[in-house]
């Protein structure tokens, strides 16, 4: 329980700084899994417990991406957000699709897990997301704000309190960065 306070905790300094558009963020999405590996392994969610290996290295890629993945005039400049396009949009949906049914072929013949398709629901989505926000996709709220619903209900369901607490307030503020970030596009 321990583990998952300062997990907790974590999260929130996260999505403030994910609300702000702050590059900083990408140092809590390195902390944060390395916490949640543990919360996730010990309460039998171990697609949650999988996808916290990938943020790791996501975390690494989103930092690189948001300092250096934009050029102007020759120089390296801190990414903008932006819209998907419609063939992003199509690529993600097909990995969304592929990690869903993997994930769940994984979890119910190698697992015991009693809550297979969601924990590989939310999980094939964060994958998503997470590429979404290394990219600077104004539209990740939106899968995030999915991702964080669904998580509240599982994560009660798990017991996992404090986490059901944490992704409530994800969703509440997943609605509000979504408004922060289209705001800062302009």
């Not at 558009?21 to 543990?38: G, K, N, Q, T, V």
């Not at 991406?65 to 097909?94: L, Y």
């Not at 939310?122 to 600077?136: E, F, Q």
Request: net charge neutral; hydrophobic share 55%.
């Amino acid at each position: 329980m321990a583990l998952e306070i300062i997990g907790t905790i974590i999260g929130l300094v996260y999505l403030w700084l994910e609300y702000r558009a702050s590059i900083y963020l990408w140092i809590a999405s390195i902390i944060m899994p390395a916490i949640y590996i543990f919360v996730y392994y010990e309460a039998g969610l171990y697609a949650d417990f999988g996808i916290n290996i990938y943020y790791l290295g996501a975390a690494v890629y989103g930092w690189l991406v948001w300092k250096f993945g934009h050029k102007s005039d020759g120089q390296s400049k801190e990414m903008p957000i932006t819209h998907m396009s419609k063939r992003s949009w199509i690529k993600a949906g097909i990995v969304y699709l592929i990690a869903q049914f993997l994930i769940v072929w994984v979890l119910i013949h190698y697992t015991d897990s009693d809550v297979p398709w969601w924990d590989a629901f939310t999980t094939a989505l964060s994958i998503v997301g997470m590429w979404m926000l290394a990219r600077k996709y104004l539209e990740q709220w939106g899968v995030w704000i999915v991702v964080d619903a669904v998580c509240v209900g599982l994560y009660i369901y798990k017991e996992l309190y404090f986490t059901a607490g944490l992704y409530g307030l994800y969703t509440i503020i997943a609605i509000f960065g979504w408004l922060n970030w289209k705001k800062l596009m302009k």
